[in-house]
């Protein structure tokens, strides 16, 4: 079955970094376009930053934009968020997600969610 599995959260000063994973399997990872998400406590769940099957594109929210990096190794069937100069703001519950045939950050679109990871910058 599908599994998303996220890791790497944590606590972090403000200016840090951390380096989410999610591990994925079930499914033909290289087929699916890769998304990570993130909500705060009373939030909508927003779109962080997605990357295409192949790894060849890559959309950033513009909160992010020049902080973060998202990557996919097609090989591990593994997605990375590298995140840089943590702010406060950015304290959320991160997931990530797949889909098929869909670019983008809207997150009805996405079949398939992991169960999340807490980042906590203060």
């Known amino acids: 079955h599908v599994q998303l599995v996220e890791s790497g959260g944590g606590s972090v000063p403000a200016g840090g970094s951390l380096r989410l994973s999610c591990s994925a399997s079930?499914?033909?990872?290289?087929?699916?376009?890769m998304a990570w998400f993130r909500q705060a406590p009373g939030q909508e769940r927003e779109g962080v930053a997605g990357?295409?099957?192949?790894?060849?594109?890559?959309t950033y929210s513009n909160s992010v934009k020049g902080r973060f990096t998202i990557s996919r190794d097609n090989a591990k069937n593994t997605l990375y968020l590298q995140m840089n100069s943590l702010k406060p703001e950015d304290t959320a519950v991160y997931y990530c997600?797949?889909?098929?045939?869909?670019?983008?950050?809207?997150?009805?679109?996405?079949?398939?969610w992991g169960q999340g990871t807490q980042v906590t910058v203060s």
């Open positions: 997600a797949a889909v098929r045939l869909y670019f983008g950050l809207d997150p009805t679109r996405y079949s398939h």
């Open positions: 079930g499914f033909t990872y290289r087929q699916y376009a």
């Open positions: 990357i295409a099957a192949s790894g060849g594109g890559a």
